[in-house]
């Protein structure tokens, strides 16, 4: 099992960029693929993007898609989500995730492990 530790909320202006960092303890990190989900108030949480346990393969949700870059280094035990081209619609709590497995999927429920959460602000 991996703990995740997060850091970077911001206040950003609309077409700003920010960058969002986990980082992980525990063991075997490299043997987790890691999502990042979001929660917007009174919305359910969503999936924003997910990178394979070696880094390889990437997905990203539609509404991010050409936005936001999801990465990893397995040396340091770090994802980051950069965010670029930000939205009012990006505002939300957001969630880096691990999952035991080489891919992971898009369902919150299949990851074990989660971060405290980071507050994302994009205002007007």
């Known amino acids: 099992q991996v703990q995740l530790v997060q850091s970077g909320r911001g206040l950003v202006q609309a077409g700003g960029s920010l960058r969002l960092s986990c980082a992980a303890s525990?063991?075997?990190?490299?043997?987790?693929?890691i999502g990042w989900f979001r929660q917007a108030p009174g919305k359910e949480r969503e999936f924003v993007a997910r990178i394979s346990s070696r880094g390889d393969i990437q997905l990203y949700s539609d509404s991010v898609k050409g936005r936001f870059t999801i990465s990893r280094d397995n040396a340091n035990n770090t994802v980051w989500l950069q965010m670029n081209t930000l939205k009012l619609e990006d505002t939300a709590v957001y969630y880096c995730a691990a999952s035991p497995s080489r891919y992971g999927t898009t369902r919150p429920i299949d990851f074990g492990s989660w971060g405290q959460g980071t507050q994302v602000t994009v205002s007007s």
């Open positions: 525990g063991r075997n990190f490299s043997s987790y693929a």
